[in-house]
Nanobody, 121 residues
């Protein structure tokens, strides 16, 4: 069964950095648009960032612009989220998402299991 496997979450102090990774288990994911969503306790899941399947276009929610960077490897199978200048309000479970057609701005076809990011003040 096709899967997205995430890694890289953890605990960091405010102002620190973390890098999340998400690898697709099948070659077909290479042609999928990919992105990241997050869900904080008591809140709905929200869009964070996305990248087109070619890697030519990227999208960010306003609260992370200038601090987070989404990228992909040359093969297109792995997507990364570099998170700098982290704030306590960035604390959430981060989910990788892949979408067969288009870019996952509102959701996708496959989801990762989630990785916890905790930013202490």
């Amino acid at each position: 069964q096709a899967q997205l496997v995430e890694s890289g979450g953890g605990l960091v102090q405010a102002g620190g950095s973390l890098r999340l990774s998400c690898a697709g288990s099948e070659r077909t994911f290479r042609s999928y648009g990919k992105g990241w969503f997050r869900q904080a306790p008591g809140k709905e899941r929200e869009f964070v960032a996305a990248i087109s399947w070619t890697g030519s276009s990227t999208y960010y929610t306003d609260s992370v612009k200038g601090r987070f960077t989404i990228s992909r490897d040359n093969a297109g199978n792995t997507v990364y989220l570099q998170m700098n200048s982290l704030k306590p309000e960035d604390t959430a479970v981060y989910y990788c998402v892949a979408k067969m057609t288009g870019t996952p701005l509102t959701g996708g076809d496959y989801w990762g299991q989630g990785t916890q990011v905790t930013v202490s003040s």
